[in-house]
């Protein structure tokens, strides 16, 4: 074992041995949030169920990038260990899936992991594919009028890349030199649509050269290379130098949805290879490593977190649905608000 | 009282806002030393500067999209399409995102936007200069869309516009820009969204209209005046939220009513306007509901004679009204 002060300089800038606990803890949740999901929507709870399987070190890599209560995220709809990394705690994951009226994203009127959560700089996105990453552009152009030291953190599949308003987005960022980072979790699938069927280059981070500003790729199956590239990219915005495109590759582990069935466009071989890469055992044996971590915290953390989600599921599904006068609700400024 | 042009009022409204409010900031293509293509905005750029009279890329989508993000972010942004016909690029943002936000989020984030256009035709605008988008727009709930016609108007619908906490859509028609001279209230003068004004008062129809219309409809109305037919002319102003009560208050009166818009027929703002009064007037009707609107071929084409085909006139409109008047 090194010594503790022998870690911490090794570390990138910022992270502390409890932030990497922290950052396990966080990857830890959002599986078994993510698992959970699944297995509701099979028991028949939940309509509907969306997984970050695969993201989860990208995500929450970026999350400990960010300066909490300065900066915005924008997230999309994939971002789940991106939210919980950033507050979003095992209740309210659990009331949107169950589509509560208290659920504090929608009120139960978005899909799943549509974060809305003003008190913790996410804001609010639509299920539209990209159509959000022109709003984060928007903020940083305030927090420039504003002289605010703000940076928007925008992330979106390698999909997303494909659509004009994305283009639009990192051209004006470009333009303006913003202070916003563009971060794209590239699974190498939208839906079934490989990579190479959405671009003809091979790294997303390539179409950075385009808008005038740098393009970074890192192993968004490796938490501290994500954290660093997109710590290195918000501090730079930061300093007034401009937007970064940050690509973190990653994998999507299971189907897109809960509606979706991957075996219609990729092999069962090609499934299983996936798991490999898996970020929570890569993580764990890192830890171990360094002893940052043994195997009885190892096994307290996990109790924890199935603790917590468990307790979560049956508080949610115990909260009252929206009734039929919610629908009116918030629809202008002198809607009805409850 | 100043009397001032169409095009002037949506000048001194935006100086005015932006000089009130800092959150106020322009954005748009050719809004900059251009002074946008009208000259709306000429002289803002060394006023108010570079970071509150932004000249965009040429991309509606994300014209519209930055707006919305700023919005959220408690700007006050304007956003101008340079003409209604290049809207379309920016129908997601509008559509699909600015007129949700608020309702998806459940009140947690709000769009406190305001989109200018100018729209319309009689100016030899041809197809792609001269379409009116309304009916695109008013199916939405969660925008409002503002159409006036007078400088007075227009100066305080588009003041409580930007005022205003949720996305609106602000409809210039770009004939009346300078053809339509008006006095203006001095100081802080404000229209509020959602109230129809009674342009005309009379006693033996209604025309329900808006945006350039209502000054050809009182031009007819003066005409068959002349007749021994009293027309009330209805200037909605507002097309989202509708005045609903100023239009079923003005037909239970006269008995008759008349739509008249220079958009499409088929579906309308006239359409909705019509099933209202139906639904809700029936038994107060003398005779069945009229519409007098552009007809249903994609725009006026740039030939004059197309032009004046499309377009309702003050002749159009005052042979309409008489043979509602004799029904």
Redesign the interface.
């Known amino acids: 074992m090194k010594s503790e002060a022998k870690i911490r300089a090794a570390l990138p800038a910022g992270l502390t041995p409890e932030a990497l606990r922290g950052m396990y803890y966080y990857m830890v949740l959002t599986r078994l949030c993510d698992d959970r999901a699944f297995a509701l929507n099979r028991q028949g709870k939940i309509p509907f169920a969306a997984t970050c399987q695969g993201h989860e070190a990208a995500q929450v890599g970026a999350a400990f990038a960010v300066q909490r209560g300065t900066d915005w995220i924008f997230p999309y709809y994939r971002d789940t260990a991106l939210a919980i990394a950033s507050g979003v705690t095992a209740r309210e994951q659990l009331m949107c899936l169950f589509a509560r009226k208290a659920d504090i994203f929608s009120s139960g009127r978005q899909f799943p992991n549509h974060y809305s959560v003003p008190d913790r700089n996410i804001a609010s996105i639509s299920s539209i594919i990209a159509a959000h990453v022109t709003h984060g552009v928007g903020a940083a152009l305030t927090f420039k009028m504003r002289k605010q030291p703000a940076v928007a953190l925008i992330s979106f599949g390698e999909g997303s890349t494909s659509e004009g308003e994305w283009h639009e987005a990192l051209n004006f960022a470009g333009i303006h030199r913003l202070p916003c980072v563009f971060f794209c979790e590239n699974n190498e699938f939208a839906i079934s649509v490989p990579q190479k069927l959405q671009m003809a280059v091979k790294n997303v981070a390539d179409r950075a050269a385009g808008y005038g500003f740098a393009g970074v790729i890192c192993d968004g199956t490796d938490p501290l290379a994500t954290y660093a590239a997109v710590h290195d990219a918000m501090e730079k915005a930061r300093r007034g130098e401009g937007p970064t495109l940050v690509e973190a590759k990653c994998y999507r582990a299971m189907s897109h949805t809960s509606d979706d069935n991957q075996l219609t466009y990729r092999t069962q071989d090609e499934i299983d290879a996936l798991k490999l890469r898996d970020p929570i055992p890569k993580f764990e044996a890192w830890l171990k490593e360094r002893g940052l971590i043994d195997d009885s915290a190892l096994k307290e953390f996990k109790a924890k977190a199935q603790a917590e989600v468990d307790e979560a599921t049956d508080w949610a599904e115990a909260q009252p649905p929206p009734t039929e006068a919610d629908l009116q609700t918030h629809l202008y400024a002198n809607s009805p608000t409850a | 009282m100043a009397t001032k042009t169409v095009l002037e009022a949506v000048r001194d409204a935006l100086h005015d806002e932006m000089k009130r409010d800092e959150r106020v900031?322009i954005l748009g293509e050719d809004v900059g030393p251009r002074g946008n293509v009208f000259r709306i905005t000429a002289g803002f750029l060394d006023e108010f500067g570079r970071?509150?009279v932004i000249d965009?890329?040429l991309?509606e989508?994300?014209i519209?999209?930055?707006?919305?993000?700023?919005?959220?972010?408690?700007?006050r942004?304007v956003a101008e399409i340079q003409f209604a016909d290049f809207i379309y690029?920016a129908y997601?943002?509008i559509v699909?995102?600015a007129a949700?936000?608020?309702?998806?989020?459940?009140?947690?984030?709000?769009c406190p936007l305001v989109i200018r256009t100018p729209y319309g035709g009689g100016v030899r605008g041809a197809l792609s200069h001269s379409v009116s988008v309304e009916a695109l727009f008013y199916h939405v709930?969660?925008l409002?869309i503002c159409a006036p016609s007078t400088p007075a108007d227009t100066q305080g619908l588009l003041t409580a516009a930007i005022r205003?906490?949720?996305p609106v859509l602000f409809l210039e028609h770009k004939k009346t820009y300078r053809l339509i001279k008006g006095e203006v209230p001095d100081g802080d003068h404000i229209v509020p969204l959602g109230k129809a004004d009674v342009a005309r008062e009379g006693r033996d129809l209604s025309v329900i209209t808006y945006g350039l219309m209502r000054h050809f409809a009182v031009e007819a109305a003066e005409q068959i005046a002349r007749e021994g037919i009293d027309a009330e002319v209805v200037d909605l102003r507002t097309i989202q939220p509708m005045d609903r009560d100023a239009i079923l208050r003005s037909v239970s009166k006269t008995r008759r009513a008349l739509v008249v818009h220079e958009d499409n027929k088929f579906g309308g703002v006239g359409a909705e306007i019509a099933a209202l009064i139906a639904e809700d007037a029936f038994l107060d009707l003398d005779a069945p509901i009229r519409r007098l609107c552009g007809p249903d071929v994609p725009a006026m084409g740039y030939a004059k004679e197309y032009e004046d085909a499309f377009m309702p006139s003050p002749e159009k409109i005052a042979a309409a009204m008489r043979e509602l008047a004799a029904f």
């Open positions: 900031f970071d509150r965009t890329p991309a989508a994300s519209a999209g930055v707006a919305v993000g700023a919005a959220m972010m408690g700007m942004p690029p997601n943002q699909g995102e949700k936000i608020r309702y998806r989020s459940a009140g947690g984030n709000t709930p969660g409002k205003d906490d949720d």
